[in-house]
């Protein structure tokens, strides 16, 4: 495959600890995975002997999941941390992916989502509302996936309030951008120095797009025009 091949199809890996996360969000995963590339490596790991992974055990062959047995060596812990954080290494330094999924709420692959970001490559996160916030932060993008419907759920995001820090944030994102003689900034630039400070994604709060988060704060006004969406703070 030339280089030119790969820029247009990047190759992304999604490692799943099977232990700390439901089945039940992974279509919605594997769809936000769809912005950094194709999911064309996918790995699941577990003591697939737990009945507690019976909903994974289900989705494994429809989803092209290549599951990863890891035996509770020692009453009470698991070996699936360690597995993940080798085979993440080993693709990372193989020089074959160009980014990664990785769904566990777990805070102990806080400093492999920091290494990979070291390398320059995306990490997009996906855990439950109890996911330590080193966790959080240490990915490029995190999203809840309590946030997200289930995959036989067509209802859409369950909205979320906004809390204030993210708030303060896109102001002093909006504050730091080129702005044009009214006051508008470009909602790319905004979006890109926000996400310098905060791991934060939109669909964690129930909003599919950053523009339409910002479009239900009051704290902002939005423009549509030919060359992209602006925003102000007005508040």
């Known amino acids: 495959m030339s280089t030119d091949e790969i820029r247009r199809n990047p190759n992304i890996a999604l490692l799943i600890d099977a232990d700390n ?31 507690a992974l019976k909903g994974w055990a289900s989705v494994i062959h429809s989803h092209a999941i290549e599951p990863q047995q890891q035996f509770d060596l020692t009453k009470g812990k698991n070996a699936t941390d360690m597995k993940m954080t ?6 990372l330094y193989g020089g074959r992916v160009d980014g990664f999924g990785i ?30 916030e080193a966790f959080r932060q240490a990915c490029t993008r995190f999203i809840d996936l309590t946030a997200l419907p289930e995959d036989d759920e067509a209802d859409g995001l369950e909205k979320k309030a906004v809390d204030a820090e993210l708030v303060k944030h896109l102001g002093e994102a909006w504050k730091a951008s080129k702005r044009d003689e009214e006051g508008f900034a470009s909602l790319s630039e905004v979006g890109q120095r926000v996400a310098n400070r905060s791991s934060f994604d939109a669909r964690s ?18 423009e549509k025009r030919r060359d992209g969406v602006f925003v102000k703070r007005v508040r």
């Open 21 to 51: 996360v439901s089945a039940g969000s992974l279509d919605a995963a594997l769809t936000i995975l769809g912005d950094l590339g194709q999911v064309n490596i996918r790995r699941a790991y577990g003591n697939w002997k737990k009945p």
């Open 86 to 91: 080798i085979d993440a290494m080993d693709l």
């Open 103 to 132: 769904m566990s709420s777990d805070s102990d692959f806080m400093p492999i989502a920091m290494r990979i970001r070291q390398n320059g490559l995306p990490v997009y996160g996906f855990g439950t509302s109890r996911t330590p």
């Open 205 to 222: 709060y129930g909003f599919s797009r950053l523009s339409d988060l910002i479009e239900s704060l009051p704290n902002f006004a939005t």
